[in-house]
Protein backbone atom coordinates (compact mmCIF):
# COMPACT_ATOMS: atom_id res chain seq x y z
CA UNK A 1 0.00 0.00 0.00
CA UNK A 2 1.02 3.96 -0.37
CA UNK A 3 0.67 5.75 2.92
CA UNK A 4 0.44 8.90 4.07
CA UNK A 5 1.55 9.50 7.49
CA UNK A 6 0.98 13.11 9.33
CA UNK A 7 2.74 13.03 12.82
CA UNK A 8 5.05 10.19 11.80
CA UNK A 9 8.18 11.47 13.87
CA UNK A 10 6.20 11.27 17.57
CA UNK A 11 6.04 8.25 20.15
CA UNK A 12 3.74 6.45 18.20
CA UNK A 13 4.87 7.64 14.56
CA UNK A 14 7.91 7.15 14.31
CA UNK A 15 7.80 3.11 15.70
CA UNK A 16 4.67 3.11 13.11
CA UNK A 17 6.46 4.27 9.76
CA UNK A 18 9.26 1.64 10.96
CA UNK A 19 6.48 -0.90 10.95
CA UNK A 20 4.35 -0.11 7.70
CA UNK A 21 8.23 0.25 5.78
CA UNK A 22 9.36 -2.96 7.18
CA UNK A 23 6.27 -4.93 6.54
CA UNK A 24 6.95 -3.72 2.25
CA UNK A 25 4.52 -0.22 2.20
CA UNK A 26 5.45 3.02 0.75
CA UNK A 27 5.36 5.21 3.18
CA UNK A 28 5.73 9.30 3.10
CA UNK A 29 5.95 11.42 5.91
CA UNK A 30 4.21 14.79 6.57
CA UNK A 31 6.58 17.14 8.44
CA UNK A 32 7.28 20.19 9.64
CA UNK A 33 10.94 19.48 9.65
CA UNK A 34 12.42 17.27 6.60
CA UNK A 35 16.26 17.29 7.44
CA UNK A 36 15.28 16.50 10.95
CA UNK A 37 12.43 13.86 9.98
CA UNK A 38 14.82 11.49 7.52
CA UNK A 39 17.95 11.61 10.76
CA UNK A 40 15.05 10.49 13.31
CA UNK A 41 13.01 8.04 11.13
CA UNK A 42 16.53 6.26 9.11
CA UNK A 43 14.20 4.21 7.00
CA UNK A 44 13.38 3.97 3.50
CA UNK A 45 10.27 6.32 4.05
CA UNK A 46 9.66 9.48 1.80
CA UNK A 47 9.35 12.83 3.62
CA UNK A 48 7.78 15.55 2.28
CA UNK A 49 7.63 19.32 4.02
CA UNK A 50 4.15 20.83 5.15
CA UNK A 51 3.14 23.09 7.84
CA UNK A 52 -0.26 21.24 8.63
CA UNK A 53 -2.25 24.52 7.89
CA UNK A 54 -2.25 25.59 4.33
CA UNK A 55 -2.49 23.52 1.36
CA UNK A 56 0.64 23.33 -0.88
CA UNK A 57 3.07 21.18 -2.96
CA UNK A 58 3.03 18.97 -0.26
CA UNK A 59 -0.74 17.45 -1.61
CA UNK A 60 0.92 16.13 -4.39
CA UNK A 61 1.90 13.29 -2.22
CA UNK A 62 -1.93 12.16 -1.56
CA UNK A 63 -1.97 11.47 -5.71
CA UNK A 64 -2.25 7.27 -5.57
CA UNK A 65 -2.57 7.32 -2.01
CA UNK A 66 -4.50 4.01 -0.90
CA UNK A 67 -4.70 5.68 2.93
CA UNK A 68 -3.80 8.72 5.20
CA UNK A 69 -2.83 8.17 9.06
CA UNK A 70 -3.04 11.48 10.59
CA UNK A 71 -1.06 11.32 13.93
CA UNK A 72 -0.55 15.49 14.10
CA UNK A 73 -0.68 17.07 17.47
CA UNK A 74 1.93 18.76 20.14
CA UNK A 75 2.11 16.40 23.12
CA UNK A 76 -0.95 17.04 25.61
CA UNK A 77 0.94 16.16 28.63
CA UNK A 78 4.56 17.88 28.19
CA UNK A 79 3.48 21.31 29.95
CA UNK A 80 1.40 22.79 32.19
CA UNK A 81 -2.15 24.14 30.57
CA UNK A 82 -1.94 27.55 29.67
CA UNK A 83 -4.55 29.06 27.85
CA UNK A 84 -1.98 29.34 25.10
CA UNK A 85 -0.80 25.62 25.62
CA UNK A 86 -4.32 25.00 24.89
CA UNK A 87 -4.57 26.39 21.63
CA UNK A 88 -1.27 24.65 20.34
CA UNK A 89 -2.53 21.08 21.85
CA UNK A 90 -6.11 22.43 19.79
CA UNK A 91 -4.95 24.10 16.71
CA UNK A 92 -2.24 21.66 16.28
CA UNK A 93 -4.75 18.49 15.79
CA UNK A 94 -7.50 20.57 14.78
CA UNK A 95 -6.03 22.71 11.95
CA UNK A 96 -3.89 19.81 10.55
CA UNK A 97 -7.19 17.34 10.11
CA UNK A 98 -8.84 19.93 8.34
CA UNK A 99 -5.73 20.41 6.16
CA UNK A 100 -5.67 17.09 5.39
CA UNK A 101 -9.02 16.38 4.93
CA UNK A 102 -9.50 19.61 2.68
CA UNK A 103 -6.62 18.08 0.34
CA UNK A 104 -8.24 14.67 -0.17
CA UNK A 105 -11.90 16.21 -1.32
CA UNK A 106 -9.36 17.65 -4.40
CA UNK A 107 -7.92 14.47 -5.10
CA UNK A 108 -9.28 12.70 -8.18
CA UNK A 109 -8.96 9.48 -6.87
CA UNK A 110 -9.24 9.83 -2.60
CA UNK A 111 -7.63 7.38 -0.30
CA UNK A 112 -9.29 4.24 0.50
CA UNK A 113 -9.15 4.86 4.33
CA UNK A 114 -8.31 7.85 6.90
CA UNK A 115 -7.06 6.48 10.00
CA UNK A 116 -7.29 9.87 11.83
CA UNK A 117 -6.23 9.82 15.88
CA UNK A 118 -8.42 10.91 18.87
CA UNK A 119 -7.84 9.74 22.54
CA UNK A 120 -10.14 8.48 25.67
CA UNK A 121 -10.20 11.85 26.69
CA UNK A 122 -13.28 11.89 24.87
CA UNK A 123 -15.68 10.13 27.79
CA UNK A 124 -14.38 12.76 29.76
CA UNK A 125 -13.15 11.24 33.87
CA UNK A 126 -15.58 8.73 34.57
CA UNK A 127 -16.78 6.62 37.82
CA UNK A 128 -16.41 2.50 37.52
CA UNK A 129 -18.91 2.43 33.91
CA UNK A 130 -17.45 0.15 31.58
CA UNK A 131 -16.88 2.63 28.22
CA UNK A 132 -17.40 1.13 24.73
CA UNK A 133 -17.23 3.12 21.89
CA UNK A 134 -20.72 3.93 22.01
CA UNK A 135 -20.51 5.88 25.16
CA UNK A 136 -21.63 9.67 25.19
CA UNK A 137 -19.18 12.38 25.11
CA UNK A 138 -17.98 13.94 28.44
CA UNK A 139 -17.07 16.91 30.13
CA UNK A 140 -13.98 19.07 30.08
CA UNK A 141 -11.08 20.22 27.54
CA UNK A 142 -9.87 16.85 26.24
CA UNK A 143 -13.59 15.90 25.62
CA UNK A 144 -14.52 18.96 24.34
CA UNK A 145 -11.25 18.72 21.87
CA UNK A 146 -11.44 15.20 20.70
CA UNK A 147 -14.67 16.51 19.88
CA UNK A 148 -13.67 18.77 17.52
CA UNK A 149 -10.90 16.47 15.95
CA UNK A 150 -13.24 14.28 15.31
CA UNK A 151 -15.81 16.29 13.32
CA UNK A 152 -12.36 17.21 10.93
CA UNK A 153 -11.35 13.56 10.37
CA UNK A 154 -15.24 12.48 9.82
CA UNK A 155 -15.25 14.97 7.00
CA UNK A 156 -13.52 12.67 4.70
CA UNK A 157 -16.53 10.05 4.47
CA UNK A 158 -18.72 12.75 2.62
CA UNK A 159 -16.27 12.32 -0.45
CA UNK A 160 -16.34 8.39 0.03
CA UNK A 161 -13.33 7.89 2.25
CA UNK A 162 -13.69 5.48 4.87
CA UNK A 163 -12.74 7.06 8.03
CA UNK A 164 -11.22 5.14 11.00
CA UNK A 165 -11.17 6.99 14.32
CA UNK A 166 -8.24 5.50 17.05
CA UNK A 167 -8.98 6.42 20.75
CA UNK A 168 -5.95 6.20 22.14
CA UNK A 169 -5.44 5.36 26.31
CA UNK A 170 -2.42 5.05 27.53
CA UNK A 171 0.61 4.09 25.39
CA UNK A 172 3.19 2.03 26.78
CA UNK A 173 6.74 1.35 25.74
CA UNK A 174 10.40 2.67 27.29
CA UNK A 175 11.18 5.24 24.36
CA UNK A 176 8.24 7.65 24.72
CA UNK A 177 5.09 8.49 26.58
CA UNK A 178 3.90 8.35 30.25
CA UNK A 179 6.22 4.86 31.33
CA UNK A 180 9.81 6.24 31.29
CA UNK A 181 8.85 8.78 33.68
CA UNK A 182 6.81 6.62 35.94
CA UNK A 183 9.99 4.58 35.85
CA UNK A 184 12.50 6.93 37.68
CA UNK A 185 10.78 7.30 41.11
CA UNK A 186 10.57 2.95 41.33
CA UNK A 187 13.69 2.85 40.40
CA UNK A 188 14.78 5.44 42.61
CA UNK A 189 12.88 3.22 45.14
CA UNK A 190 10.43 5.98 46.07
CA UNK A 191 7.54 4.41 43.50
CA UNK A 192 4.12 4.58 44.24
CA UNK A 193 0.61 5.22 42.71
CA UNK A 194 -1.18 9.00 42.21
CA UNK A 195 -3.94 9.35 44.81
CA UNK A 196 -6.55 8.52 44.82
CA UNK A 197 -5.12 5.41 43.49
CA UNK A 198 -8.73 4.46 43.00
CA UNK A 199 -9.14 5.56 39.59
CA UNK A 200 -8.74 3.70 36.16
CA UNK A 201 -5.74 3.36 33.72
CA UNK A 202 -6.95 1.98 30.53
CA UNK A 203 -3.69 1.41 28.24
CA UNK A 204 -2.35 -0.44 25.53
CA UNK A 205 1.37 -1.78 24.60
CA UNK A 206 2.61 0.11 21.48
CA UNK A 207 3.04 -2.71 20.05
CA UNK A 208 -0.78 -3.45 20.17
CA UNK A 209 -1.54 0.22 18.83
CA UNK A 210 0.78 -0.78 15.85
CA UNK A 211 -1.25 -3.56 15.52
CA UNK A 212 -4.87 -2.30 15.57
CA UNK A 213 -3.48 0.55 13.09
CA UNK A 214 -2.82 -1.82 10.85
CA UNK A 215 -5.90 -3.83 11.52
CA UNK A 216 -7.50 -0.83 10.58
CA UNK A 217 -5.99 -0.32 7.43
CA UNK A 218 -6.38 -3.94 5.97
CA UNK A 219 -9.71 -4.61 7.47
CA UNK A 220 -12.31 -2.56 5.10
CA UNK A 221 -15.34 -3.36 7.64
CA UNK A 222 -14.32 -1.10 10.09
CA UNK A 223 -15.19 2.39 10.40
CA UNK A 224 -16.26 5.21 12.93
CA UNK A 225 -13.88 4.98 16.49
CA UNK A 226 -12.11 2.79 17.62
CA UNK A 227 -11.21 2.17 21.72
CA UNK A 228 -7.15 1.90 21.15
CA UNK A 229 -6.93 0.43 24.77
CA UNK A 230 -5.80 -3.16 25.73
CA UNK A 231 -9.17 -5.51 27.76
CA UNK A 232 -8.16 -5.06 31.06
CA UNK A 233 -7.71 -1.66 32.74
CA UNK A 234 -6.28 -1.41 36.14
CA UNK A 235 -6.86 1.06 38.56
CA UNK A 236 -4.13 3.54 39.24
CA UNK A 237 -3.08 1.28 42.79
CA UNK A 238 -3.15 -2.06 41.14
CA UNK A 239 -1.30 -0.61 38.21
CA UNK A 240 1.50 0.47 40.29
CA UNK A 241 1.95 -2.54 42.43
CA UNK A 242 2.80 -4.53 39.22
CA UNK A 243 4.78 -2.02 37.65
CA UNK A 244 6.70 -2.53 41.03
CA UNK A 245 6.33 -6.21 40.88
CA UNK A 246 7.69 -6.29 37.55
CA UNK A 247 10.60 -3.96 38.61
CA UNK A 248 11.11 -5.39 41.93
CA UNK A 249 10.88 -2.76 43.84
CA UNK A 250 7.94 -1.43 46.43
CA UNK A 251 5.06 0.83 46.02
CA UNK A 252 4.29 2.71 48.56
CA UNK A 253 5.15 6.39 48.58
CA UNK A 254 1.92 7.65 47.13
CA UNK A 255 1.42 10.88 45.38
CA UNK A 256 -0.86 13.20 46.76
CA UNK A 257 -3.51 14.76 44.12
CA UNK A 258 -2.65 18.44 45.68
CA UNK A 259 0.92 17.69 44.66
CA UNK A 260 -0.56 17.49 41.06
CA UNK A 261 -2.51 20.11 41.28
CA UNK A 262 -0.06 22.53 42.50
CA UNK A 263 2.47 21.29 40.23
CA UNK A 264 0.55 20.67 36.74
CA UNK A 265 -2.98 22.85 37.53
CA UNK A 266 -5.53 21.37 35.15
CA UNK A 267 -3.41 19.08 33.65
CA UNK A 268 -2.85 17.17 36.79
CA UNK A 269 -6.86 16.12 36.54
CA UNK A 270 -5.72 13.67 33.64
CA UNK A 271 -3.62 11.66 35.98
CA UNK A 272 -5.90 11.38 39.22
CA UNK A 273 -8.76 11.13 36.86
CA UNK A 274 -9.58 8.18 34.89
CA UNK A 275 -11.83 5.90 32.64
CA UNK A 276 -12.31 2.21 32.44
CA UNK A 277 -12.75 1.99 28.69
CA UNK A 278 -13.37 -1.54 26.94
CA UNK A 279 -11.74 -1.90 23.13
CA UNK A 280 -15.21 -3.65 21.94
CA UNK A 281 -15.36 -3.25 18.66
CA UNK A 282 -11.42 -4.19 18.27
CA UNK A 283 -12.89 -7.49 20.21
CA UNK A 284 -15.89 -7.90 18.25
CA UNK A 285 -14.54 -7.87 14.61
CA UNK A 286 -11.52 -10.10 15.33
CA UNK A 287 -8.34 -7.98 16.66
CA UNK A 288 -6.38 -10.20 18.55
CA UNK A 289 -4.52 -8.54 21.32
CA UNK A 290 -0.66 -9.49 21.44
CA UNK A 291 -0.51 -8.45 25.12
CA UNK A 292 -3.99 -8.18 27.01
CA UNK A 293 -3.02 -8.23 30.40
CA UNK A 294 -0.52 -5.70 32.07
CA UNK A 295 1.80 -7.76 33.65
CA UNK A 296 2.54 -9.41 30.41
CA UNK A 297 3.11 -6.15 28.64
CA UNK A 298 5.42 -4.59 31.28
CA UNK A 299 7.77 -7.45 31.40
CA UNK A 300 8.10 -7.55 27.73
CA UNK A 301 8.69 -3.65 27.95
CA UNK A 302 11.06 -4.07 31.11
CA UNK A 303 13.30 -7.50 30.09
CA UNK A 304 14.44 -5.16 26.90
CA UNK A 305 15.52 -1.54 29.53
Keep these: MKIVVAGGTGFIGRALCTWLSQKGHGVTVLTRDRQAAQQLLRTSVTTVEWNGRYPGAWEKSLEGADAVINLAGAPIADARWTDSRKRLITDSRVHATRCLVDAISRRSAKPGVLISGSGIGYYGPSDDRTLTEAAPQGKGFLADLCVAWEEEARRAA ?130 VFQYPALELALQAILKRA
Design 158 to 287: EFGTRVVLLRSGMVLERDGGALPKMLLPFRLYVGGPIMPGTHWVSWIHRRDHLGLIEWALTTPTVSGPINAVAPEPEKMQAFCAILGRVLRRPSWIPVPETVLSLALGELGTVMTTGQRVSPQKALADGY
